[in-house]
């Protein structure tokens, strides 16, 4: 069980992530709104996040040298320039949590100075609590950080501990870029719906649910998707003609395509970040 007596966490970036994560601290009880700080330059934002009752900033520094626990919540992009800006200035023992994508744990060493930090890939359903987020931490967190760093992570929904970060990548073509590959397919369901003649709203009923309904049978069923496919298709049946037709345009070989393509993108824009 994570306590977090005393312990002040920071964000440097107030967007929709540290929000997600904040808003999930603060439902479960594990820090105070007075021991939450973050720091972000657009005014409108942190007016926003100040409703909460967390204490908001415009200096990274501030934010920072408050921090016993710093979660890093900017755009890849301006990942580099703030941790320049922030490098020597971290307290000791400061645990660094870094939601950013493609952001090597070394380069957040070489360039913040940080020793015990945890690196997470998380996906957008974390938005509403429904993320799926892998995580790693250096041998420098210890074991009371890792449990901190647990329930931060478990704010924004399932999660789970991977030992070594190239799992990190691995997790990008899956459940970090998942969300794409699923809307993409929840929308051409719904397109296919309103050409055979259904309104649209109703066909994002239709679809939305199916989707919701299929994952929470497949988690509570705890059968094999092939055996839960079996269940739906009668010999000669309706769903064995669609079936055939998905297999003969090669989705399953397309969707695994499609995962190591990004496989080997993450990669490639992992090894751009390095120092
Ligand atoms: N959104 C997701 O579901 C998701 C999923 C997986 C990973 N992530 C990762 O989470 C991180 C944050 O994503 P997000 O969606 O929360 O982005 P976001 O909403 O754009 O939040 C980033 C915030 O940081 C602010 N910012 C810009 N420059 C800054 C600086 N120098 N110092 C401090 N704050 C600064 C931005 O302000 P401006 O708008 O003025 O630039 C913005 O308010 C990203 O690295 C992303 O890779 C996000």
Redesign the pocket.
């Given at each position: 069980m994570a306590t977090f007596d005393g312990v002040t966490v920071g964000f440097?970036?107030?967007?929709?992530?540290?929000?997600?994560v904040i808003k999930g601290l603060l439902r479960q009880g594990l820090v105070p709104p007075e021991r939450i700080i973050a720091?972000?330059?657009?005014e409108a934002?942190r007016a926003h996040l100040a409703q909460l009752g967390i204490r908001t900033t415009a200096s990274?520094a501030e934010s920072v040298s408050a921090s016993s626990v710093l979660v890093?919540?900017?755009?890849?992009q301006?990942?580099r320039?703030?941790m320049t800006?922030l490098g020597g200035r971290l307290p000791a023992g400061c645990l660094v949590l870094s939601?950013?994508?493609?952001?090597q744990i070394r380069t957040i060493y070489k360039l913040l100075g940080a020793e015990a930090v945890v690196r997470i890939?998380?996906?957008?359903?974390?938005?509403v609590g429904e993320?799926m987020s892998v995580w790693t931490a250096t041998p420098a967190v210890t074991p009371a950080q890792r449990e901190q760093a647990r329930a931060i992570i478990a704010a924004l929904g399932a999660e789970i501990y991977v030992d070594g970060e190239h799992y990190l990548d691995m997790a990008t073509s899956l459940s970090?870029s998942g969300p794409a590959y699923l809307f993409l397919i929840i929308e051409a369901l719904i397109d296919a719906g309103v050409q055979i003649g259904f309104a649209r709203p109703v066909a994002e009923q239709l679809v939305l649910q199916t989707v919701r309904g299929s994952v929470d049978f497949a988690q509570q069923s705890g059968l094999h998707p092939a055996a839960l496919r079996n269940m739906v298709t009668s010999p000669g049946g309706t769903t064995a003609a669609a079936l055939h037709v998905l297999e003969k345009g090669g989705l399953r070989a397309l969707l695994t395509d499609a995962v190591l393509a990004c496989y080997e993108r993450s990669k490639y824009l992992g090894s751009l970040s390095e120092e």
């Open positions: 440097v970036g107030g967007g929709i992530m540290a929000e997600a720091s972000d330059p657009q934002r990274n890093l919540a900017v755009k890849p301006v990942l320039g703030v800006e939601i950013v994508a493609g952001a890939m998380p996906n957008t359903p974390a938005q993320g970090g």
